[in-house]
């Protein structure tokens, strides 16, 4: 049985910085990609960030976070992070941690993604 877990969310002021952990692990678990989500309520789950292994760690963004958050992480390791910085009160969302179960090429596609992690809470203030 493979486990997301995610850590590292909390309460930020506006233009602050926070940065989430997540280690994917069980089984023969393989991580060929993992990716970051948010759902803010009221709205639905959105891609943010995600890394994919095959290729030398190719990263990718949606518009809204490029060039304020940094998805970084170990293939090896099965362990991604997301650095947070400038933070937005729109940013407000619970995180979510995900990996696919082969290797994908739609890394934004939440539907993709097997096994996710229980979600980490940002909320940041105005």
């Known amino acids: 049985q493979v486990q997301v877990v995610e850590s590292g969310g909390g309460l930020v002021q506006a233009g602050g910085s926070l940065r989430l952990s997540c280690a994917a692990s069980?089984?023969?678990?393989?991580?060929?990609?993992m990716g970051w989500f948010r759902q803010a309520p009221g709205k639905e789950r959105e891609f943010v960030a995600a890394?994919?292994?095959?290729?030398?760690?190719?990263?990718y963004y949606s518009d809204s976070v490029k060039g304020r958050f940094t998805i970084s992480g170990d293939g090896a390791k099965n362990t991604a992070y997301l650095q947070m910085n400038s933070l937005k009160p729109e940013d407000t969302a619970v995180y979510y941690c995900?990996?696919?179960?082969?290797?994908?090429?739609?890394?934004?596609?939440?539907?993709?993604?097997?096994?996710w992690g229980q979600g980490t809470q940002v909320t940041v203030s105005s």
């Open positions: 069980g089984g023969t678990f393989r991580s060929y990609a």
């Open positions: 995900a990996a696919p179960q082969f290797d994908i090429v739609t890394v934004t596609s939440a539907s993709l993604y097997k096994y």
């Open positions: 890394i994919r292994w095959i290729g030398g760690g190719r990263t």
